[in-house]
């Protein structure tokens, strides 16, 4: 058990450019979940996905974010035409799940963004 | 909808102390609740975690019951060491409306002198 990667861990852009990062979660993991954290905040939850099914948006993933997990196993997330409002700790946590049940979920070591 | 309050930081300390971080949430079901903490340059771990009231969630020294009544979690660890210093983050996850997101509080810094 590797434990969730995600890569890079950090990134500078220009405003407009677009970006995408990618999370690895732990092997076995069915759950993966992406989330944005600003300084000084709690993360916020971005979306969510089962497999390869992308379940849950939320309203915080303007249309410029787009997030796939094409194969059930790693994931990426794209934002195009990057703000200067984006710049954050983008997180990924993974779970394994059954139905009904409380999933504990686990973080990785996040993708720091900077928008210039 | 769910939110999740907690006290304001940074709370410092000296070493053996008794440390108190309070948690209060509103949720729209039955939640289960989470202590996240999250060390200086590191990623976020989960510290101790419950699904139901009354339990007690512990971990490293550290406690927390669900009390369902004050619809509260606090952080309790009896003698803190200059290691736990780090930012504690209180979450939940109500599975009763279908969301399986986390909705975190704002995080409290814990800082602890020798």
């Known amino acids: 058990d590797t434990g969730v990667s995600q890569d890079p861990r950090h990134k500078i852009t220009k405003r407009g450019q677009n970006v995408t990062f990618r999370c690895d979660p732990i092997?076995?993991?069915?759950?993966l979940y992406w989330y944005r954290q600003t300084l000084g905040q709690g993360p916020e939850f971005l979306t969510y996905?089962?497999?390869?099914?992308?379940?849950?948006k939320s309203r915080l993933l303007s249309d410029r974010f787009s997030a796939e997990r094409p194969k059930g196993s790693f994931s990426t997330l794209e934002i195009q035409r990057t703000e200067q409002g984006d710049s954050a700790m983008y997180l990924c946590?993974?779970?394994?799940?059954?139905?009904?049940?409380?999933?504990?979920?686990?973080f990785g070591p996040g993708t720091r963004l900077t928008v210039l | 909808g769910n939110s999740v309050t907690q006290m304001e930081g940074p709370v410092t300390l000296s070493e053996e102390a008794f440390l108190t971080i309070n948690c209060t949430y509103t949720?729209?079901?039955?939640?289960?609740l989470f202590w996240y903490v999250q060390y200086p340059g590191e990623g976020l771990q989960l510290l101790l975690k419950?699904?139901?009231?009354?339990d007690k969630g512990s971990n490293k020294g550290f406690e927390a019951t669900y009390r369902k009544e004050t619809t509260s979690f606090h952080l309790e660890k009896g003698s803190v060491q200059v290691s736990d210093s780090a930012v504690y983050f209180c979450?939940?996850?109500?599975?009763?409306?279908?969301?399986?997101?986390?909705?975190f509080g704002s995080g409290t810094r814990l800082q602890v002198q020798p």
């Open positions: 092997s076995e993991h069915n759950r």
């Open positions: 946590a993974s779970s394994f799940g059954q139905a009904g049940g409380t999933d504990t979920q686990y």
């Open positions: 419950a699904t139901k009231a009354d």
């Open positions: 996905f089962q497999n390869e099914a992308q379940l849950e």
């Open positions: 949720a729209t079901g039955y939640p289960s």
């Open positions: 979450a939940l996850s109500d599975m009763d409306t279908g969301r399986r997101a986390l909705t």
